[in-house]
Structures are given as C-alpha cells and as structure tokens.
C-alpha cells in the first residue's frame, strides 16, 4: 500500500539578532495552536547554531497545500502573530511546499526525545 501524501512545509525566518526571543515569544502561542490542530501531524523548530537569527519551521500536514492556504493561514492566531514577528524580521520569511513520499523515512526514538506526543 502506497503511503498517504503530506504537505511538508518549511518555513524560514530571517530574524535580527537582537530580537531573537521576542520573535520566540510571538511566535510560542502559535507553534501551540498549530501544533493542537488535528491536521497538523509534526511540528517541529530549528535554529542554526552559527546564525543565531536563522530559523526553519518543519510542518507536516495531512491535507493539501489548497487547504493550507485557504483553511489554516486564515485562523485569527496567524494575523496576531504576524503583526508581532514582522518587526523582529531581517527580510521576509521564505515558505517551500513539499508532498512527503514516505520513503526513506527513518528515525530513531531519540529523535522525538524532548518533543511531546499530540493527539
């Protein structure tokens, strides 16, 4: 059996050095609220070591990019969350639409270690 698409999305911010956390306190409610969405299936945040003010999101979905676009980026939590980040910015977020094929997927249980289990 063929595995289910998903929408991958990754999601890079250019954020001042300076105003790092203030780019992580705007955004924490909505990593939560996307998190607590039943499409949603990961939610994950990275943060290059080296550039302190580079940031990828990684979101996996089980619906389509159309869905995304048209159901999820118009809840409410997104325009706060855009008139708080926007000023943290160093230029503008870039967003990259994949499918997830499934193969080659492969992790181990210290992968999910300090992340927490949705439902």
Same mark, same amino acid.
């Given at each position: ?8 999305? *990754?999601? #890079? ?15 924490? @409610?909505? =990593? ?35 869905? *995304?676009? #048209? ?15 926007? @000023?943290? =910015? ?20 210290q992968y999910l270690d300090g ?5």
């Amino acid at each position: 059996m063929a595995p289910t698409k998903q929408l991958t999305i *990754f999601v #890079t911010f250019y954020i001042k050095p300076s105003m790092v956390e203030e780019f992580k306190i705007a955004h924490r @409610p909505v =990593w939560a609220a996307c998190a607590a969405e039943p499409e949603c299936i990961l939610f994950d945040v990275f943060r290059d070591p080296e550039q302190p003010g580079y940031f990828r999101f990684i979101e996996v979905w089980n619906e389509s990019r159309e869905w *995304f676009e #048209t159901k999820q980026l118009t809840k409410p939590y997104y325009t706060i969350l855009w008139e708080k980040s926007k @000023p943290t =910015w160093e230029k503008d977020m870039v967003i990259e639409w994949f499918e997830r094929e499934g193969e080659g997927c492969s992790y181990r249980k210290q992968y999910l270690d300090g992340g927490k289990l949705m439902n």
